[in-house]
């Protein structure tokens, strides 16, 4: 471990955009751990108080910033941006493109506030995590979240109670898998709260669903920044008609959603999953090559990163 004998020159550049969001003694504890996260290889507490040989402190104090500190999160995000947009490399540019997304932040033990059992698509196993949804801004040059707020797992106390005030009908049937299978009754007064919301509006506010944050953060993004008509991308968990309808009809906004082979695209035809219509597609085009005709799919580059790519 190598001791820090001067907060790192990066750190007294940039700290002067935090100034304002501390008190004086949180300001010197945040130039302390922003410098921690930056040099230290052990990144607790403990491991970044530690590293300081020039200014010794109990790291009591390094907790107190991260555990009572009465500074606003938002009021530092603000801070954090207003740096990223006063350097050229990483102000955002009319090309940009804002992405939504969750994360998974797994950890070992059970013993964290909100964590869940979550299914992890990258181990295909289920995790004890938290699930982040966040923002996300990208160009040619940088990329870096612009919003974001922790998911929390669903009351179902509280969400069968704002169901039954609210009038809406829970099927007698259902009620044994209260105790049978939990998870069961969770996923139908889930269903139940979803379909329901158009008839009763007043139940949106008993869950905050991963969906229903991704709204929540671009509807503040585009109050604040009502200039930047940023097209919006997502991957197929996100593509759902709600979801589309409100970045088209409510922000006007465009946006390209990913679609999943087994999803079904309605066409002039009918019905259909995506993966056959693309496979017809295909047939098509190689029917029309064959016989000199019209292609249906053309070569196009465009540029990715400062790179050019051909699809």
């Not at 181990?123 to 923002?135: K, P």
């Not at 049978?180 to 139940?192: D, F, I």
């Not at 920044?225 to 968990?237: G, M, Q, S, T, Y």
Request: glycine share 4%.
């Amino acid at each position: 471990m190598i001791p820090l004998v001067a907060f790192p020159e990066v750190v007294e550049r940039y700290a002067p955009f935090f100034a304002d969001v501390f008190s004086a003694e949180a300001f010197i504890e945040f130039k302390r751990y922003i410098s921690g996260l930056i040099v230290s290889e052990n990144k607790t507490v403990d491991g970044i108080n530690r590293l300081f040989v020039f200014e010794s402190r109990n790291q009591s104090s390094l907790n107190r910033l991260l555990t009572v500190s009465p500074f606003a999160l938002a009021a530092l995000n603000q801070a954090r941006l207003a740096v990223l947009a006063s350097v050229p490399a990483t102000h955002r540019k009319p090309k940009g493109v804002l992405s939504v997304d969750d994360t998974l932040l797994s950890h070992y033990g059970q013993d964290f506030e909100q964590i869940a059992k979550l299914y992890d698509h990258v181990s295909e196993s289920y995790v004890w995590a938290h699930d982040l949804v966040t923002l996300h801004y990208s160009d040619d040059d940088t990329d870096y979240p612009l919003l974001f707020q922790l998911w929390q797992p669903v009351d179902l106390a509280k969400l069968e109670q704002g169901l039954r005030t609210a009038q809406v009908p829970l099927k007698a049937s259902k009620e044994p898998l209260k105790e049978t299978a939990p998870h069961k009754w969770r996923s139908y007064l889930l269903g139940v709260w979803q379909r329901r919301q158009k008839q009763s509006p007043e139940i949106q506010d008993l869950y905050d669903s991963k969906l229903s944050i991704a709204q929540a953060l671009l509807q503040q993004w585009v109050t604040a920044h009502p200039d930047e008509a940023l097209p919006v991308v997502f991957d197929n968990w996100f593509t759902q008609p709600d979801f589309c309808r409100f970045l088209d009809q409510t922000l006007h906004l465009p946006y390209v959603g990913t679609l999943a082979d087994g999803d079904k695209v309605t066409l002039q035809s009918g019905p259909e999953t995506l993966k056959d219509f693309a496979n017809r597609l295909k047939q098509e085009h190689r029917q029309a090559g064959a016989a000199g005709g019209k292609a249906v799919f053309q070569r196009i580059t465009i540029t990715y990163k400062g790179e050019p790519e051909t699809y």
